[in-house]
């Protein structure tokens, strides 16, 4: 018997710790339904309160046809036009009743439809999502409605030249993969899109089903009160046939350069190198999280000589991308003068070519380390901000306990394989080079 005991103490012990290591402190419960629906339930000491998230795998990459893209963005709005059970202005007013506001957003790889509210009134929250993931409606004159409320946003947005810069830039990144376009869209698609009802219904039909989504509840809950309603709303969801396959981007083999003439903002540089899909056992993502975080923050020597020295810069940072197939890891400077551009190029350079040849110091890296595990533990302090957070690795890999995995591979990153990733990735041929300036041409090699 207290052979017994004592085994059974030793293998709690041994799970309390490998909890206690993981960077969510919390227990993650899945449960696939049969129709490949994924439920994600994470109990949360939020008393009366519960998050409530539809993870769909689908975004931008997935718009693989000419003509048509901006799809995947557009029913982001029109998940809200309402369904025969449900008009849109009953779906606002139950939702209401159980005081919560429903949103919506997309990107490259996914859309998440979000609400956060009544606990108590969770089997409501199931009622009304199921209904307009399953039996979305609406008709012709409605779509149009909508397709013209995304062409005003697009318009509004386009209105920045920032965005005018980022959509030419990535359109000259990628020739071939369908990250060349913006999760908006082509403008020439968007001023079609009313002509496209039939190929919206088509685009729903094709990814809004059970094996494309995962639904994510964080709060006061249990799983066996999730599963249940997740199995009696949305068990009877019929699984769908169609894979869209993302074209593959050409290596790329030569520098290009993207330039927006405009004295109206502050001149600007922005350096896009061609970095690696998202992955939770490969060490290149956070050795470059820690390596753009060491470089380009606000507390890096670069940052200080730049910005609060030379006061040639108004602001710098840098990053990768997270994404399901490689994108970019991009460097953004705003300059005081458009004169310093190609020096500030040249200093960003040098500081990348230093770290390929000595790569950083042990204590930058176990402080980096630490402050990036610190600034995720810090913000995950509510429902909310742990679905959405669960829901960002449920997005580039459809298993949430890939967030644990990351922060995991995050400490075993050393000096070497930083050296490693800045001369894979921080090379010339992979590089577009985008500038804003008064000139009508960039001035940078």
């Given at each position: 018997m207290k052979t017994f005991l004592l085994s059974a103490l030793l293998v709690f012990a041994a799970a309390t710790a490998q909890t206690q290591s993981k960077i969510l402190p919390y227990p993650i419960y899945q449960k696939t339904l049969s129709n490949g629906l994924n439920i994600v339930t994470v109990p949360f000491d939020s008393p009366g309160l519960a998050a409530f998230f539809v993870v769909v795998r689908v975004g931008s990459r997935n718009e693989?046809?000419?003509?048509?893209t901006g799809f995947a963005h557009f029913f982001e709005h029109m998940m809200f036009r309402g369904t025969e059970k449900y008009s849109s202005e009953q779906y606002n007013n139950i939702l209401k009743s159980v005081g919560a506001n429903a949103n919506a957003n997309t990107s490259l790889d996914r859309t998440i439809y979000h609400m956060t509210?009544?606990?108590?009134?969770?089997?409501?929250?199931?009622e009304l999502e199921s209904d307009r993931f399953m039996h979305l409606k609406y008709s012709e004159?409605?779509?149009?409605?909508?397709?013209?409320?995304?062409?005003?946003?697009?318009?509004?947005?386009?209105?920045?030249?920032?965005?005018?810069?980022?959509?030419?830039?990535?359109?000259?990144?990628?020739?071939?993969?369908?990250?060349?376009?913006?999760?908006?869209?082509?403008?020439?698609?968007?001023?079609?899109?009313?002509?496209?009802?039939?190929?919206?219904?088509?685009?729903?039909?094709?990814?809004?089903?059970?094996?494309?989504?995962?639904?994510?509840?964080?709060?006061?809950?249990?799983?066996?009160?999730?599963?249940?309603?997740?199995?009696?709303?949305?068990?009877?969801?019929?699984?769908?046939?169609?894979?869209?396959?993302?074209?593959?981007?050409?290596?790329?083999?030569?520098?290009?350069?993207?330039?927006?003439?405009?004295?109206?903002?502050?001149?600007?540089?922005?350096?896009?190198?061609?970095?690696?899909?998202?992955?939770?056992?490969?060490?290149?993502?956070?050795?470059?999280?820690?390596?753009?975080?060491?470089?380009?923050?606000?507390?890096?020597?670069?940052?200080?000589?730049?910005?609060?020295?030379?006061?040639?810069?108004?602001?710098?940072?840098?990053?990768?991308?997270?994404?399901?197939?490689?994108?970019?890891i991009s460097i953004e400077a705003s300059l005081i003068k458009k004169d310093d551009l190609q020096y500030v190029k040249d200093e960003i350079v040098k500081a990348i070519e230093q770290v390929k040849r000595n790569g950083v110091d042990e204590k930058s890296l176990a402080e980096t380390k630490m402050r990036?595990?610190?600034?995720?533990?810090?913000?995950?302090?509510?429902?909310?901000?742990?679905?959405?957070?669960?829901?960002?690795?449920?997005?580039?890999?459809?298993?949430?306990?890939?967030?644990?995995?990351?922060?995991?591979?995050?400490?075993?990153?050393?000096?070497?394989?930083?050296?490693?990733?800045?001369?894979?990735?921080?090379?010339p041929s992979s590089l577009t080079i985008a500038t804003i300036s008064a000139d009508a041409e960039g001035g940078v090699k």
């Open positions: 693989v046809e000419k003509g048509v509210g009544d606990a108590a009134k969770l089997e409501t929250m199931f004159a409605d779509f149009k409605t909508e397709a013209g409320a995304v062409k005003g946003e697009y318009t509004k947005n386009f209105a920045s030249p920032y965005q005018q810069l980022y959509e030419n830039m990535v359109n000259t990144a990628f020739t071939t993969h369908t990250y060349k376009h913006t999760t908006m869209g082509f403008f020439k698609d968007i001023v079609d899109m009313p002509n496209q009802y039939q190929y919206s219904l088509e685009f729903f039909n094709r990814y809004y089903r059970p094996e494309y989504s995962t639904v994510v509840i964080v709060g006061d809950v249990k799983p066996e009160q999730t599963n249940a309603l997740a199995e009696k709303y949305f068990g009877n969801w019929k699984r769908g046939t169609y894979v869209s396959h993302v074209p593959v981007e050409p290596v790329q083999d030569s520098t290009r350069y993207v330039h927006l003439q405009n004295n109206s903002i502050p001149p600007s540089l922005s350096l896009n190198y061609k970095g690696p899909a998202f992955s939770d056992s490969a060490l290149d993502i956070p050795s470059l999280d820690i390596l753009t975080t060491i470089l380009f923050s606000n507390i890096s020597p670069l940052y200080k000589k730049l910005v609060l020295q030379e006061q040639k810069v108004r602001s710098l940072y840098g990053g990768a991308t997270d994404s399901r197939d490689p994108d970019l990036l595990r610190n600034s995720f533990a810090m913000s995950i302090d509510n429902p909310s901000t742990i679905a959405n957070a669960l829901a960002h690795y449920i997005y580039l890999t459809g298993d949430p306990e890939s967030l644990n995995r990351s922060y995991a591979l995050l400490d075993k990153v050393t000096i070497d394989d930083i050296k490693s990733a800045a001369k894979k990735y921080f090379v």
